[in-house]
């Protein structure tokens, strides 16, 4: 409440002051006096060193500071005096240490500050200009946040000459305190935006931006442009995951996994960001494509094998449909009508292809020439366009002939575009953002239900490698950790002389693969220290001698500890794949995926996600690889157990989030041949200096799971309570399937019950209510529900139902939380409300928080008495006397 309320009185404030220099101002500072002249809110004019006259009393909300950088200290000093609850500094540098006087200025009298270094914020259904991007654009549904205010003008002046509004504006310049986690919060909760464009190029905070992009993806379209793309391989790196993930990857990762969708062209921005705006999405990536010639087709179907979307083949309804309704035509996808064709032929086409279950969506084009009844087929597509159940697109050609008429379509909701590559892309933006909300919607422990881990056999083996110096593990005591967590691995023994070796090749049986074993060395076949089938023992004495001259030759300061042997698992049908993990400086550790073998960085076929890992996600990481292509029955070779390689993926998403000292790690190759999925290689790269509160001691340490950017399900809160006449109940963390068992919880709600929760009159949560308060990211709240068995004399219609919920979010500053709390009325008086907010709160206090605090009516009297009775502060909340502020101290 505090921070919307903070970017309430920067976007929306009840009024405004203009801070200038004294004298006369530039051309640009009076173009902004003139447009905050024409806003919704008063606005005045301040200028610096001259009498107040009365001016500081009268107070206002937002300061627009348009001052040279040597006086923005001053102006906002002048701000303070203003009381104004927010400030943007126009323009000017963000030097560290002024930035740094503005931000200790705006903290100390709870000011938001948005800049320095900014060219400010529009805000048009306001008629609010507070910037210098440009003329005031339309007032719509779509908000662009951008990280380039200079690029947010040119944004803007683009977009000015297609049909797309602006609810916001923002140029987010040095961030010192309102930053892009921020304001893409305060979107989430704007009720005049619909969809969401951001240009970004850096993040400082993942955990805050993860936690707040996937709050508002919940219920609102993001579409994401990132900037500073960078392609180079990282330095330095110690095994192939370090090398093959580079920063670009990780970020499309994160907005993969936060549920954006991004694109690479800015000409992509705004393609598909006003149907998302507007309806639902289609639900895969198959498009039908209808056209009057044949190379608008052909380009349509270059564009999507570039995009990876499937033209597919129609059913035989839909060929039977299409032969009587066009029986002069080829059939196919793309369906070419001809250059004759009229509105009649178009309808035909669309009704007949409508109802194609092999079809999701459909893309229809014209391109104008002499003859082609443009307009009829125009207001027939427009018309047909009002009723169809399936998504339809428009490709009109040209631009003079069609520019009106594309109008007509695009008054109906149709989205039409000038080609069929940018029909084609956006089609493909909005499949990929539906696809990237199934991920967003996975919600995975960090351990599985497969059978657990051996934990302490996998400390033993870390504390073992870092008490002997090691951070980077050997073969054998890397395989030994990936065995605490029931990762299949070749088994392999260690020779330190050639009569052991072949010794060992005779038990283990004949042909081996002989590796150098060294932590010092981790690309081993770089350095002639593999040598694979070796058949005889002959051949292990010379290839014992050789690994080790090659070595030496090569690494004379490695240390060496012998060679190792194995069985070979190559396979006449065997797979060579690859699974890694690399730590991000920002993002913490991220999961690779794709082709194995020696050509990893060559064939660099991998595909990042972040943990946890789930099936579905591990699904969806395996098939997004071209390798993929290759796990079916493939030349001749049967399908590998696709299952038993997602359950290997899923073990080491478990370690990544169990064991926070992994920096790096490389199972390459994994050898996958009919059911078995093996890993052959493995190497472990660990880092000591891991921040003690990520360590699991048994005791609560700090902040579980502070290394990863997303917070997995909090399952270690899962616990059984009973009530006051002994009945058993169960509290855990809410789920995002909890939807219907919450509509159905405050549906079930006394009218005074609803009222004391959400100060209004609802009848029941609308459908992004549902979402918002379901699909969760734990790191920046917490929800916990109270609930009873199927099989209790209150449960609904046979399931589990909710009698209970209490939720926490985190307040801007990180350090404190608002709560919320709401009991089923039958419950009242059992001791629920007061365990589920003691279980809130030691919530609160495990997470490092140093205050809760929450707003009650005064006149909840119940609730009153249990705030005090659990210790908490109370005050007459100065905004609103109707309000109790409650509070108490964690620290």
């Known amino acids: ?92 540098d963000a030097a560290p240490e002024r930035t740094a006087a503005l931000l200790a200025i705006a903290r100390q009298a709870r000011m938001r500050l948005l800049g320095p270094a900014t060219l400010g914020f529009a805000r048009p259904p306001r008629v609010l200009n507070a910037g210098r991007m440009g003329a005031l654009p339309p007032a719509g549904n779509v908000a662009l946040v951008t990280q380039s205010g200079v690029l947010g003008g040119a944004i803007l002046d683009w977009a000015g000459g297609t049909q797309i509004g602006f609810s916001l504006a923002v140029s987010l310049g040095a961030e010192a305190d309102v930053d892009v986690a921020q304001v893409l919060d305060f979107l989430a909760s704007d009720p005049a935006t619909r969809a969401v464009v951001v240009y970004l190029e850096a993040v400082r905070d993942s955990r805050r931006f993860m936690s707040a992009l996937r709050a508002l993806a919940t219920v609102k379209p993001v579409v994401v442009l990132k900037g500073g793309r960078d392609a180079a391989l990282r330095r330095g790196a110690r095994t192939h995951s370090g090398a093959i993930v580079a920063g670009d990857a990780i970020y499309s990762a994160a907005l993969r996994r936060a549920g954006a969708v991004q694109v690479r062209l800015f000409t992509q921005l705004f393609t598909a960001v006003r149907y998302l705006a507007s ?97 009829a087929i125009t207001d027939r597509v427009a018309a047909l366009a009002r009723a169809l159940v399936k998504p339809l697109f428009a490709c009109w050609l040209g631009d003079n002939s069609t520019r009106a008429l594309r109008g007509r379509l695009d008054a109906v909701g149709v989205p039409v575009y000038r080609t ?86 005779a038990q283990i049986g004949y042909p081996v693969a002989m590796k150098v074993s060294s932590a010092d060395i981790a690309h081993k076949s770089d350095v002639g220290g593999v040598v694979l089938n070796v058949r005889n023992a002959t051949e292990v004495r ?54 194995g073998g020696t050509g990893v960085e060559v064939m660099r076929d991998a595909t990042l996600e972040f943990p946890p890992l789930n099936s579905f996600l591990a699904r969806s990481m395996i098939a997004r690889t071209r390798v993929a292509q290759t796990l079916g029955p493939f030349r001749g070779a049967p399908a590998i157990d696709v299952e038993a390689l997602v359950r290997l993926l899923v073990r080491v998403s478990e370690m990544v989030c169990e064991l926070p000292q992994i920096a790096e790690m490389d199972i ?27 360590l699991r001691d048994g005791a609560h340490a700090g902040p579980r799971y502070g290394h990863m950017a997303i917070m997995p399900y909090p399952a270690h809160m899962v616990g059984e309570r009973a009530l006051r006449d002994g009945r058993w109940y169960t509290i855990r963390p809410i789920r995002a399937e909890d939807g219907e068992h919450l509509q159905r919880f405050v549906r079930g709600l006394s009218e005074q019950s609803r009222y004391f929760r959400f100060i209004s009159t609802l009848t029941e949560l609308t459908p992004r209510m549902l979402a918002r308060y379901t699909q969760i990211d734990y790191d920046r709240e917490l929800a916990l529900v109270a609930s009873i068995r199927p099989d209790a004399p209150e449960s609904d219609n046979d399931e589990e139902t909710l009698i209970g919920v209490v939720r926490y979010l985190l307040n801007p500053d990180g350090e404190t939380c608002e709560f919320a709390i709401a009991i089923d009325d039958r419950f009242h008086g059992q001791g629920l409300g007061t365990t589920l907010m003691q279980s809130i709160i030691d919530a609160a206090r495990d997470k490092g928080l140093k205050c809760i605090e929450g707003f009650v009516l005064a006149i909840n009297a119940p609730m009153m008495g249990l705030m005090r009775a659990l210790g908490f502060g109370i005050e007459t909340d100065p905004d609103d006397p109707a309000l109790k502020r409650v509070w108490r101290r964690l620290d």
């Not at 564009?303 to 979307?309: D, K, L, S, T």
């Not at 069929?420 to 995975?444: G, K, R």
């Open 420 to 505: 069929p590559e940018a029909a084609v892309d956006a089609f493909s933006t909005v499949a990929t953002f539906y696809q990237n909300q199934l991920l967003l919607q996975q919600v995975p422990t960090s351990l599985s239900d497969m059978e657990p881990p051996d934990l302490e056999a996998a400390h033993r083996a870390i504390d073992a490698a870092l008490a002997g110096g090691r951070e980077a593990m050997t073969e054998m005591a890397s395989k030994a950790l990936l065995s605490a967590f029931h990762v299949p691995a070749n088994r392999t023994v260690l020779a330190r002389s050639a009569a052991e070796a072949v010794t060992l090749a």
């Open 279 to 375: 309806r639902n999405w289609p639900i895969g990536k198959r498009l039908a494509v209808i056209t009057n010639g044949n190379g608008p087709g052909v380009l349509a179907a270059d564009q999507a094998f570039f995009q990876n979307i499937r033209l597919p083949s129609f059913t035989a309804p839909t060929l039977r449909r299409l032969g009587d309704a066009l029986p002069e035509l080829e059939i196919a996808n793309p369906l070419n009508l001809g250059t004759s064709a009229d509105a009649a032929a178009y309808a035909a086409a669309i009704e007949s292809i409508a109802y194609d279950p092999e079809c999701d969506a459909m893309l229809v084009m014209m391109a104008p020439f002499p003859g082609v009844p443009a307009e």
């Open 542 to 595: 010379r290839q014992y001698a050789e690994i080790l001259r090659s070595v030496r030759a090569a690494r004379p300061q490695a240390h060496v500890e012998g060679v190792t042997l194995q069985a070979m698992k190559s396979g006449h049908h065997g797979r060579e794949l690859y699974v890694g993990v690399f730590r991000d400086r920002l993002f913490g550790p991220v999961i690779a995926f794709g082709a």
């Open 668 to 694: 390459n190759p994994i050898i996958a041949d009919g059911d078995a999925v093996v890993a052959v290689d493995g190497r472990i790269v660990l880092d000591r200096e891991v921040p003690r509160a990520w």
């Open 1 to 92: 409440m505090q921070h919307l309320h903070g970017l309430t009185a920067l976007f929306d404030p009840a009024s405004v002051a203009l801070i200038v220099e004294p004298g006369q101002v530039p051309g640009w500072i009076a173009e902004l006096a003139r447009q905050l002249g024409q806003a919704k809110a008063p606005c005045r004019r301040v200028a610096l060193g001259e009498p107040p006259g009365g001016t500081d009393e009268a107070g206002c909300d937002l300061a627009v500071i348009a001052v040279g950088a040597a006086r923005e200290v001053e102006a906002l000093r002048a701000a303070v005096r203003l009381r104004a609850r927010a400030a943007v500094v126009l323009c000017g």
